[in-house]
């Protein structure tokens, strides 16, 4: 339930504030990042399709090498009924069978038809030859946008040149299977040497289903399946890669399964603008577009990737030893489906996501040619700027469900979630920009503990920029705001949270950690996000900012007691009191999520309080109000970060204590300017006392 703002004027004064909000952040601008890939605009689905089903029948053509000796090295280790049955496809194979992948898929007229592929070390030979003239002209000329200097193609683009960006190419093949006949996914393996894009794209391919092979060493994608309605990835594996494993784009009914991705410099898995189908539904969501089940996402930047991930349901799976666990947001412009809703994640294993790869950013191993860069031995080029130790990142999604999982020894965060202004994505609507980070629910999570039952905590268990209207969180400790709303039960409905704006603390710290750049070799200087580069101590944005505030305040307060109050004993106590909570605040912001920060804001709000009191009985009264009116906001801001988050609020006591410093900071220093510089009054000599009259 949307909270209920009261009245015309709260109302009035929200979208004031909200105004404020937003046009600061649009002078600043979004700080510079990654973008998520540029791809051709694509149609919506319109959800006719099926999850295709794994078939033993139907036409099938057969694809293979030629060499018998490394063929029989090869499955020399098989069990003996699948070695023998490999040993009967290689005979046939030699007879009427292909020797590239590509040309088997070119071969395939009928739908339904079975490509089955031999054990082998598929390099697409023809598909790396020199470009035709047409094509080269193409690739050379003036188009809507590139990746790593290739054009983004239109379909017929695409159709005329398939091979400019990919190794191998299924362009409108409808309810085609390709499988491995290998004893593993490795056994068959598609390898781009990082001479094409992607390594195999399915591209307007409904029906398709890849089984028991693997893809490496693309610029971009393994497996790239777009547009399609009906896809299956199943026991397979991409690794090695500049940025993902698996990406599909613009896709229903899918499924992932029994999946592996590692080696990748953005993520292992990436269901990117899923198909929107529950946008307009609330938790009530009758079918998800993509599946993934047991699948393992290891030693990447991210082991899952979600820009516009909507309606994705991931279960019973594993990432673990990546930079990050999971991300899903919307973060990033142009992609269909923003903002990112309704993805669920049950039963996963998302833990000691603690791999620092931004060395390799800094030592300038990433500027380096594809293939002189070392993945193949361990390096990673981090496409993105993330939290190094953090389990989930959600900036930006709505009715997102995380359910049962086991989040630990991620030694950031469990869980980093922020909003995200709608002119990040390209969306200049007023209301866009306080229309992400609503409605996720954190239900039943197993914190700091393995599935064995070992204590493996979390930094944190959880960091949030307070924004949101509708989150809930059950059984949460441990987080940077002491006072998370929970999510009830059937006889106490949740209250949740109600906030528009995030914490200014927060939303700074965000900002401020987005500067990754990688690209210029760029890491921010005051975020402690980035590894061994990660800021410490007074050194964080955040701090800084908190250490500068409150010096500030500290001082002002010193003056007017020292020019207007010296002779109030009220006063004494209330400036001892403001320059310790300012101080207790101090800590409580390197300490983050520590009870001195509710405690340095009641020291503070109660020393502010006595000191307008104090001022109410000067000349100063004004400024006396406006001194109790900060210590309101402070002593809300206690109860808030505290006790607990005071519901109904569209905004943060923080945020208005800071607008409030911010009117009375000036007001301060000319009280005190004008008390410094006052003349002393002229001491005024006696009248002469009248002579005595004599008659």
Known sequence: MKPSLGSAAMKAYTRLLGIVAVVAMATLGP?????????????????????????????????????????????????????????????????????????????????GTNIKILPGVYLEEPSIAPASPQCAAMENGAVRGRI?????????????????????????????????????????????????????????????????????????NAFYIM?????VVDRTMGRWNDEYAFLTFAVDHGLYTDCEGYGNGDSAFYPGAASNI????????PRYAVEIQRCYGHH??????GTAGDSVWVHDSVFTENTAGIATDSAFPDHPGMPQNHSKFENNVIANNNTDYYRHIVD???????????????????????PVGAGVVNPGGNYNIWRGNHIYGNRYSGFVTSFVPGFVRNDTGFAQQFDTSHHNRYLDNVM??????????????????GQGVGSCWTDMSDTNIRTVPGCGDDDLPAIGSHRYLGEPAGTLKMYACAGYDGGRQHLPSDCDWYGEYAASGLARIEVKWALGGAVLLGLLAIGLYYRRLRASKRALLGLLLAVGGLSVGVFGTIETGSVLHPIGL??????????????????????????????????????????????????????????????????????????????AAAPTAPEPRPEPVTA
């Open 300 to 305: 990447n930047t991210l082991g899952y990737s």
């Open 278 to 285: 529950n946008k307009d539904r609330g938790h009530d969501v």
């Open 31 to 111: 700080a510079a990042a990654a973008s998520a890939h540029e791809e051709r605009p694509t149609r919506e689905l319109d959800g006719t399709g099926s999850v295709p089903v794994y078939r033993t029948t139907g036409p099938t053509l057969l694809v293979c090498k030629t060499d018998p000796a490394d063929f029989a090295t090869r499955i020399a280790a098989f069990p003996a009924d699948l070695k023998a049955a490999n040993e009967q496809l290689w005979t046939q194979c030699q007879q009427d069978g292909y020797r590239h992948i590509q040309q088997a898929v070119d071969a395939a007229h009928l739908p």
């Open 227 to 231: 547009e399609t309605d009906g896809f």
């Open 602 to 679: 009641a020291l503070y709000g109660a020393g502010f309080a006595l000191l307008g009191l104090a001022l109410r009985g000067t000349h100063a009264r004004g400024l006396g109000a406006a001194t109790l009116i900060v210590a309101v906001f402070a002593l809300l801001g206690a109860v808030d970060h505290g006790l607990i988050m005071i519901p109904y609020l569209p905004v943060s006591p923080a945020l208005l204590r800071v607008l409030t410093e911010v009117v009375w900071i000036p007001w301060a220093l000319g009280a005190v300017l004008v008390a410094v510089r006052a003349p």
């Open 448 to 465: 700091g503990v393995s599935e064995q039952g070992e204590a493996k905590p979390n930094g944190l268990n959880f960091w949030w920029d």
């Open 364 to 386: 300038g191993t990433c500027k380096k040619p594809f293939e002189q860069r070392g993945y193949e031995q361990g390096v990673v080029c981090p496409a993105v700027g993330l």
């Open 148 to 220: 790593y200097g290739y054009p983004v193609l239109t379909w017929d683009q695409q159709l005329a040149c398939p091979h400019l960006a990919n190794l191998v190419a299924i362009l409108g093949k409808k309810n085609l299977q390709l499988e491995g006949t290998g004893a593993n996914p490795a056994d068959v393996l598609v390898d781009a040497q990082y001479k094409k894009l992607n390594a195999i794209r399915a591209d307007n391919a409904d029906g398709v289903y890849f089984r028991n092979m693997s893809a490496q060493r693309a610029q971009f």
